[in-house]
């Protein structure tokens, strides 16, 4: 999290910053459960279980014909409104606020969304009226909302006595003086922000890309190109992701930077409702935060950071369908475009649309033939569908891009191995394992990946289990590399040490017909027969592998010791 974003959240919490705006107080009494007529009540029902389950069109949906039978039913226009946003439906979303606000409802939810709509609208009277007659978003909102009103409105002198009020408040200043620079800036005074941008307070908005960008576009336009270059050098280092390294090899030609973070009061408010959901992110209420970030977009649809936020909520929540559009309005022009794509492509995946995963990636490939991590998820997206021929010729060239040895480049050696491994391919798999280890010695993963292939083909033994023993102490609570400490110890032959880890993993891993499978097998080899067919017929349950489900059945049949003796005389 952003320093600026952290210093907020510890000093104030969430109480202040309105964290129950998805809660509405009704003035009057009228019951949620007691719809009251009788042909809105299935509706009801069916849109309190599409939100319950974050479904925005559904609820949407089925709010709207519930509303029907009762329109000025606080509760479900407040429910009505929470879908509208998530969903993106803003004009819906105002609408439902504008009726909820004359049930004499009080939602905090309805004010953010109403300083939307009035800001779109261009009616900064309105919202400042409002303000003055106890309309409130939460503290720091108030604020903000109260002095880009005041900026939106013509009256400078008054918005600079707001920001400076934010300012002077404990553990406010940063933001303060984020946004008062801001203001100035879009008024032309470069000097003023400047200045602001000078303060000790503002140290900590270099946790904040935007702030960082706010400040070289200033001094860009103060044509202090070099003093520019030197606070991104001095933020971000060698770490420059495309987008900054590309303003800065503009600075660099003695190009002049446009200010463009906050042109106008409706940029500022959106950049109010973008700070905001920044400093929930991190938090529980993700409904909150995907509000946040969904006003800030209806304000600015440009504003890419977030429209990101807004697809990370959709993605978190298991709305992938409204993610997978969410990332789709990062133009490719923009430098998250990559990274945006590689989201739409996860989304897809996560929504059962590994086709299209693929082919999107694909597509991203051929527009990146020189960026290794596009390729390396490209590849991913081919393994996890068991494309493994083509996702072994993506890594190679994904390998071949690499100049370094860094750490951080294991990974595509890693998921070719796997590869390798699938087609059976030993050698080629060990290969890869032994490259991606030099690189990152202590990574649980290979080690757990490369002791356990040497475990199921018997060799190096001794050798496997001190990998794997190293893999467990890194991560402790992995399942999958816990049975494989369990699994050495039993293919060692050393039954009673492997029941301890066996059941741990099982615990950790209850539905998983591999673990399950191996903790009968420990089971057996132990004495526990009766157990061990008890845990056979789980791991059955849990639709394992054909193949494996034939062998599970096998030691039902006959039991383990006969299996394995079957197998050993066909030379399995």
């Known amino acids: 999290m952003p320093r600026l974003i952290v210093k907020i959240a510890l000093i104030f919490g969430l109480a202040t910053l309105g964290c129950s705006t998805l809660a509405a107080t009704t003035a009057k009494d009228t019951s949620a459960d007691g719809v009251g007529l009788r042909e809105g009540a299935g509706a009801y029902l069916a849109a309190r279980a599409a939100l319950a389950g974050n479904d925005f069109a559904a609820a949407a949906q089925w709010y709207g014909v519930a509303l029907q039978a009762d329109p000025e039913n606080p ?16 004009q819906t979303a105002a609408q439902r606020a ?10 905090q939810l309805a004010q953010m969304v109403l300083v939307a709509d009035d800001t779109l609208n261009g009616d900064y009277a309105g919202i400042l009226k409002d303000q003055s007659n106890g309309a409130s978003i939460g503290k720091l909102m108030d604020i903000l909302v109260t002095a880009w009103a005041q900026v939106g409105s ?13 300012i002077a408040s404990p553990g406010m200043e940063a933001f303060g003086v984020y946004h008062k620079a801001l203001a100035l800036a879009q008024s032309g005074d470069f000097d003023g922000a400047d200045k602001l941008f000078m303060r000790p307070e503002s140290a900590a908005i270099h946790g904040l ?6 400040q070289v576009q200033v001094l860009s336009q103060l044509g202090r190109g070099k003093d520019a270059m030197t606070v991104i050098d001095f933020v971000y280092g060698n770490t420059l992701d495309a987008g900054m390294a590309a303003i800065r090899q503009r600075l660099a030609q003695g190009e002049t930077l446009d200010f463009d973070i906050a042109r106008t009061a409706q940029e500022g408010m959106a950049e109010a409702f973008f700070s905001l959901s920044l400093l929930l992110e991190e938090k529980p209420d993700d409904l909150l935060t995907l509000s946040n ?12 950071e977030s429209v990101l936020t807004s697809a990370r909520m959709l993605d978190k929540l298991g709305q992938y369908d409204l993610a997978i559009s969410a990332y789709a309005q990062v133009p490719q022009s923009d430098p998250a475009y990559v990274s945006a794509t590689i989201g739409q492509a996860n989304a897809s995946e996560m929504a059962g649309k590994g086709a299209q995963a693929v082919a999107i990636l694909e597509t991203l490939a051929d527009q990146n033939p020189q ?19 083509v996702a072994i010729g993506v890594y190679t060239k994904a390998i071949a891009l690499i100049k370094t040895s860094s750490p951080a480049n294991w990974v595509p050696f890693f998921q070719r191995g796997g590869c390798h491994l699938t087609q059976k391919d030993w050698p080629a798999a060990e290969a890869d394992y032994l490259r991606a280890l030099a690189l990152a010695p202590g990574e649980p993963r290979i080690l757990n990946e490369l002791g356990y292939g040497y475990i199921e083909r018997g060799e190096n033994l001794t050798q496997a289990l001190g990998m794997i023993q190293k893999a467990v102490t890194a991560a402790p609570d992995e399942g999958y590399i816990i049975d494989s400490l369990a699994w050495a110890y039993f293919r060692l032959g050393r039954y009673d040490e492997a029941v301890a880890p066996m059941e741990k993993a099982s615990v950790l891993m209850p539905l998983d017909p591999i673990v399950t499978d191996h903790l009968g097998d420990v089971y057996w080899m132990t004495g526990r027969k009766r157990e061990a067919q008890f845990q056979w017929y789980r791991a059955l349950s849990f639709n394992p592998d054909p193949k494996e489900a034939a062998r599970i059945q096998q030691k039902l049949n006959k039991g383990l010791d006969q299996v394995m003796q079957d197998e050993k005389q066909q030379g399995g």
């Open 75 to 90: 509760d479900m226009l407040q429910n009505a409104l929470v879908a509208s946003i998530g969903l993106g439906d803003m």
């Open 98 to 107: 504008r009726a909820l606000a004359k049930t004499g409802a009080i939602s």
């Open 154 to 166: 013509g009256k400078m002198s008054q918005a600079a006595a707001t920001f400076d009020k934010m």
């Open 209 to 214: 890309r935007r702030g960082v960008l706010a």
């Open 293 to 304: 970030a969904r006003l800030a977009v209806a304000l600015r649809p440009d504003h890419i």
């Open 371 to 389: 960026n290794a991590g596009v390729l390396s998820a490209y590849g991913d997206s081919l393994r996890r569908q068991d494309k493994c021929t």
